[in-house]
């Protein structure tokens, strides 16, 4: 076994440090989550989407294989974009947001809800805001 002079570093020392670093950012992350996660999609929405038919040469963005004439997709309806049934249904199981373009759509959440629409309403006032100032000094 190799002798370690008294310059080279204490590896258990530095090990256990790292460690109690670790523990202290993960305490930390308990108290304060790093990214709230968005709620599922509402029930009723995920119901009310829209059957469609698509290409055969065409592939779903979720699982990359090509669409089939006899597979059921559904069609986000803002965005647009389509997607395999058997994919996009546990998507919003788990969360309101299209897989591609992170556009939220509905949920059940009573206090989210809530909040997106403060948020919507904020971004409105703001852009309301730039186009008065803007028509003043232009």
Do not use: G
Request: aromatic share 8%; hydrophobic share 30%; charged share 30%.
């Amino acid at each position: 076994m190799a002798s370690h002079s008294e310059q080279d570093p204490d590896y258990l020392l530095q090990l256990a440090r790292l460690f109690q670093t670790l523990a202290n950012e993960q305490a930390f992350e308990d108290v304060i989550p790093a990214r709230a996660k968005n709620p599922p999609a509402s029930k009723h929405f995920v119901a009310a989407l829209h059957t469609i038919s698509k290409e055969e040469n065409e592939t779903c963005s979720i699982c990359l294989a090509k669409y089939e004439s006899k597979e059921l997709i559904k069609e986000l309806p803002k965005c647009k974009h389509y997607f395999h049934a058997d994919c996009i249904l546990p998507w919003l199981h788990n969360t309101n947001t299209c897989p591609m373009c992170r556009h939220e759509y509905p949920t059940d959440d009573f206090e989210y809800e809530e909040k997106r629409r403060l948020k919507e309403k904020e971004n409105e006032r703001e852009e309301m805001l730039e186009d008065l100032h803007n028509s003043m000094f232009s």
